[in-house]
């Protein structure tokens, strides 16, 4: 089993830039596929980015493609998400997820995945 915590959150204004670490324990992060996920307050939690296991091939929302970007550090056991130009609307609380077991058409559905961390938030405002 594996433990995640998500580090990296804060108030940043629009068109600033944040990075996220989410850090495993218990096991290997390389071995799982790990995906962000982000929730506003009264919305559903939905899929930011994903690395898989196999390859390291990411994925984006297509609301973030091109200002984010989701990187593995196996010597930290971390996996990061890197978040440039900033908006309000990026504002949300940030979760981390593995899975060892994910099929390519099941990467954005956050159901699919076994291992949470407790979030971190993120607020974009001027």
């Known amino acids: 089993q594996v433990q995640l915590v998500e580090s990296g959150g804060g108030s940043v204004q629009p068109g600033g830039s944040l990075r996220l670490s989410c850090a495993a324990s218990?096991?290997?992060?390389?071995?799982?596929?790990v995906g962000w996920f982000r929730q506003a307050p009264g919305k559903e939690r939905e899929f930011v980015a994903a690395?898989?296991?196999?390859?390291?091939?990411?994925h984006y929302a297509d609301s973030v493609k091109g200002r984010f970007a989701i990187s593995r550090d196996n010597a930290k056991n971390t996996v990061n998400l890197q978040m440039n130009n900033l908006t309000p609307e990026d504002t949300a609380v940030y979760y981390c997820?593995?899975?060892?077991?994910?099929?390519?058409?099941?990467?954005?559905?956050?159901?699919?995945?076994?291992?949470w961390g407790q979030g971190t938030q993120v607020t974009v405002s001027s």
């Open positions: 997820a593995a899975d060892q077991h994910l099929i390519l058409s099941s990467i954005r559905q956050s159901r699919e995945y076994d291992y």
């Open positions: 218990g096991r290997t992060l390389s071995s799982y596929t």
């Open positions: 690395i898989r296991r196999s390859g390291g091939t990411t």
